[in-house]
């Protein structure tokens, strides 16, 4: 067994162990890394793990060169899971011993895993993130009914009396980015730049909605949602605030619920929310989602500490104070061009 960097006369074989893998996700797919590479430059290290020639495990890892962090190595930015596929113990302890060893050859504080379960060995879990996932119905018409009375009731008022309607095109995509930049300045958040959002619809074809909602022809909220393997996974979604109380959020959920199962989808991932967004845990489970924990990994090499990158350092409290206030023509290339030092 031998343990590799991919190369690009590999990535026909990646893939088709990405769609093999139990535990391998879009954000472990090709499109994501040339996504991310070609908005961000963050510079892809994907370790291949091979027994007689064939792959058993994979770690796709980024490294990252951040103003606030220094170096690192994250699996995978912007993304709710990354972290090792495959299930060979023993080539998954290579590529732990690989991943380390390059993190001291780069220079990185620390490596990130967004693993759904943790696979490294000795390496603490990081308690941060709940995930949300079930199933839907099979058959488009009943995925109104599966939802739980008061979110049921919120999206029929929203379609049937507060007129809402909804449109499923790409051609909306820059609409879309703008609405979710919106919300994320509301949230004091940083925005990805539109260039992630078009590299994303480009390499994903038929795996992916972009969906509008329409409130007397006004774009009132938009949401991007990808499609892996039967998951349908809402994943960039804002709203204009001054139409919230229309229920756009109940209605732009139903309707791609709605046509993911049109495309075959059997499951919805609600994504991740971390433990003390009690706002997005409180919605998720409205719609009837129960949070299981994530179980992300945080890696530092010896006398090295892991940057403290989250809403909740002390050092960012005075400018997300700030940044709900400043006008979108601002905030929008401001906020594109700190993400790709702040990597999601």
């Not at 070609?38 to 291949?48: D, E, I, K, Q, T």
């Not at 490294?63 to 080539?91: H, K, Q, W």
């Not at 993190?103 to 990185?108: H, I």
């Given at each position: 067994?031998?343990?590799?960097?991919?190369?690009?006369?590999g990535h026909a074989e990646w893939e088709e162990f990405v769609n093999s893998a139990e535990d391998g996700t879009l954000f472990h797919g090709i499109a994501w890394m040339g996504a991310v590479q070609a908005s961000f430059g963050h510079r892809p290290y994907y370790l291949v793990a091979r027994r007689a020639g064939r792959?058993?495990?994979?770690?796709?890892?980024?490294r990252v060169r951040s103003l606030f962090g220094g170096t690192m190595?994250?699996?995978?930015?912007?993304?709710?899971?990354?972290?090792a596929m495959g299930d060979d113990?023993?080539?998954?302890?290579?590529?732990?011993?690989?991943a380390c060893a390059l993190a001291e050859r780069v220079g990185a504080r620390v490596i990130e895993l967004r693993s759904a379960r943790a696979k490294w060995t000795g390496v603490p879990v990081v308690d941060r993130y709940l995930t949300f996932r079930r199933a839907l119905p099979n058959r488009a018409e009943d995925c109104l009914g599966a939802l739980p009375r008061k979110a049921r009731a919120a999206a029929r008022m929203a379609r049937e009396r507060n007129g809402l309607v909804v449109a499923f095109d790409d051609r909306h995509l820059h609409t879309v980015w703008r609405l979710y930049c919106a919300g994320m300045s509301r949230l004091a958040s940083l925005n990805y730049p539109y260039q992630?959002?078009?590299?994303?619809?480009?390499r994903t074809p038929g795996k992916h909605i972009v969906s509008l909602v329409?409130?007397?022809?006004?774009?009132v909220a938009g949401l991007v949602t990808f499609v892996f393997k039967g998951v349908a996974m809402p994943y960039f979604v804002g709203a204009d605030e001054r139409y919230k109380g229309l229920n756009v959020y109940n209605l732009v959920y139903l309707s791609v619920m709605e046509r993911a199962v049109t495309m075959g989808c059997h499951t919805f991932d609600f994504g991740r929310s971390r433990r003390d967004n009690a706002g997005a845990c409180a919605f998720k489970k409205n719609q009837g989602f129960t949070g299981q924990p994530?179980?992300?990994?945080?890696?530092?090499?010896?006398?090295?500490?892991?940057?403290?990158?989250t809403p909740n350092n002390p050092r960012f409290q005075m400018a997300r104070r700030v940044w709900p206030l400043l006008p979108g023509a601002l905030s929008r290339p401001v906020g594109a061009w700190l993400s790709k030092h702040i990597p999601g």
């Amino acid at each position: 067994m031998r343990v590799d960097v991919l190369t690009d006369d590999g990535h026909a074989e990646w893939e088709e162990f990405v769609n093999s893998a139990e535990d391998g996700t879009l954000f472990h797919g090709i499109a994501w890394m040339g996504a991310v590479q070609a908005s961000f430059g963050h510079r892809p290290y994907y370790l291949v793990a091979r027994r007689a020639g064939r792959i058993v495990a994979g770690l796709p890892m980024f490294r990252v060169r951040s103003l606030f962090g220094g170096t690192m190595l994250v699996s995978i930015p912007c993304a709710v899971y990354g972290g090792a596929m495959g299930d060979d113990e023993g080539a998954l302890r290579m590529l732990q011993d690989a991943a380390c060893a390059l993190a001291e050859r780069v220079g990185a504080r620390v490596i990130e895993l967004r693993s759904a379960r943790a696979k490294w060995t000795g390496v603490p879990v990081v308690d941060r993130y709940l995930t949300f996932r079930r199933a839907l119905p099979n058959r488009a018409e009943d995925c109104l009914g599966a939802l739980p009375r008061k979110a049921r009731a919120a999206a029929r008022m929203a379609r049937e009396r507060n007129g809402l309607v909804v449109a499923f095109d790409d051609r909306h995509l820059h609409t879309v980015w703008r609405l979710y930049c919106a919300g994320m300045s509301r949230l004091a958040s940083l925005n990805y730049p539109y260039q992630f959002f078009r590299e994303l619809i480009d390499r994903t074809p038929g795996k992916h909605i972009v969906s509008l909602v329409l409130h007397e022809g006004r774009p009132v909220a938009g949401l991007v949602t990808f499609v892996f393997k039967g998951v349908a996974m809402p994943y960039f979604v804002g709203a204009d605030e001054r139409y919230k109380g229309l229920n756009v959020y109940n209605l732009v959920y139903l309707s791609v619920m709605e046509r993911a199962v049109t495309m075959g989808c059997h499951t919805f991932d609600f994504g991740r929310s971390r433990r003390d967004n009690a706002g997005a845990c409180a919605f998720k489970k409205n719609q009837g989602f129960t949070g299981q924990p994530l179980q992300y990994q945080s890696y530092c090499p010896a006398g090295r500490t892991a940057p403290n990158l989250t809403p909740n350092n002390p050092r960012f409290q005075m400018a997300r104070r700030v940044w709900p206030l400043l006008p979108g023509a601002l905030s929008r290339p401001v906020g594109a061009w700190l993400s790709k030092h702040i990597p999601g």
